[in-house]
């Protein structure tokens, strides 16, 4: 009888190793993977400490700090230098981390300081039309704006709403409109809707040109495959930066450690 409590027990233990390995496996946050393979890499968290330090707290009204408040233009220039000069395999897995839960797309949502550089002063997001009057009167913002709109417009009957090789040149234009004045970011956590801060809900009679220019971001299936397909690829891409020792704590082994543990259990049940 001792003999096969015993095994019993055995076996339910090795059946719970099992199934904690196997929650382990669909568990990973692409976005946390992002984060880490940039901390590893010198340059990227070098340019991603110095946003992150330009970009804490809110952004103040009138631009200037006010009590813990963000200088915004700061914050934005910090956030351009890291997608200038930082490692696009990097940076672009950072932005564009694929997530299947709430708590990773809520933290991709958080990547890029949206308090400082996206949302706010006030409550209410302005009409689309100021940030767009504003972008096109700026040097800086009028020719990223032009490229986005070439790069990642829609193409009826294409597949992915774009030609396929279009996809990089797309997420490219789209990173380079991080730290503008029409800066986008993720709008929440249940979804992976991209647009700047703003609507088109008060832009009188010029709402049509209002909602072509956020339809550029919110329903845009090339940008969308172009994110997609780039996903697709980020496991390998982030494979090759990082470390393989340093974090093979959660998910590395478990492939080769299943047939044996799964032995294991059979044995100690015969
Ligand atoms: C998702 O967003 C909602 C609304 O902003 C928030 O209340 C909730 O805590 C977020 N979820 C996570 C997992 O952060």
Redesign the pocket.
């Known amino acids: 009888m001792a003999c096969c409590l015993e095994s019993a027990l055995l076996f339910l233990l090795l059946l719970l190793l099992l199934l904690l390995e196997s929650a382990c496996s669909t568990d990973g946050n692409r976005c946390v993977d992002a984060a880490e393979a940039c901390t590893a890499d010198e340059q990227c968290q070098q340019l991603r400490s110095e946003y992150v330090a330009r970009c804490l707290g809110r952004a103040a009204p009138g631009g200037w700090p006010g009590s813990g408040g963000c200088v915004r233009s700061r914050c934005r220039r910090a956030l351009r230098r890291f997608f200038a000069r930082g490692p696009p395999a990097l940076t672009h897995a950072l932005l564009f981390c694929g997530c299947e839960g709430?708590?990773c797309a809520?933290r991709r949502r958080q990547t890029f300081a949206p308090a400082c550089a996206f949302s706010g002063p006030g409550p209410a997001p302005p009409s689309c039309l100021k940030p767009l009057d504003r972008c096109e009167r700026s040097r800086l913002c009028r020719p990223r704006l032009l490229a986005f709109q070439a790069s990642c417009a829609p193409v009826p009957g294409s597949r992915d709403g774009c030609p396929e090789e279009r996809g990089p040149r797309c997420l490219r234009a789209y990173a380079g409109l991080v730290g503008t004045v029409v800066t986008p970011n993720y709008l929440?956590?249940?979804s992976a809707r991209v647009a700047p801060w703003c609507g088109c809900e008060a832009s009188g009679n010029r709402r049509e040109e209002c909602e072509a220019f956020r339809k550029l971001f919110t329903r845009n299936p090339c940008l969308d495959g172009a994110i997609q397909a780039f996903n697709s690829f980020q496991p390998s891409i982030l494979q090759d930066q990082r470390n393989p020792y340093q974090n093979a704590g959660c998910c590395f082994p478990k492939v080769s450690s299943i047939p044996i543990l799964t032995a294991l259990a059979l044995q100690a049940l015969l």
């Open positions: 709430p708590a809520e929440d956590n249940v």
